[in-house]
């Protein structure tokens, strides 16, 4: 690591949701438009997702669906209602 590099630390959790969401997500038309605006933003997150998809031996697993909605319902657990829609629009 030298001194211009960065570093960011997530949970495992954190990593396997982030991960699947970015799968996910990248691809997509709206995804793609929002990040298009902006171009640079592809280089950070080509190198963050290629990261998780590398470090994340679950994404291998047979139930790699049940862990990740395992993690996701700890991060909820976590958030408790944070970010969570009231119904007050």
Known sequence: MTEDDFMI????DEALVLSDWLHRMMGT???DELVDRDQAV???LYRVSGTLETSLAEVFRPDYLVRLQEARNRLLDALGGVGWATGDA
């Not at 630390?9 to 495992?12: A, C, G, H, M, T």
């Open 9 to 12: 630390r997530l949970s495992r």
């Open 29 to 31: 038309a709206d995804f």
């Open 42 to 44: 592809w280089s950070p």
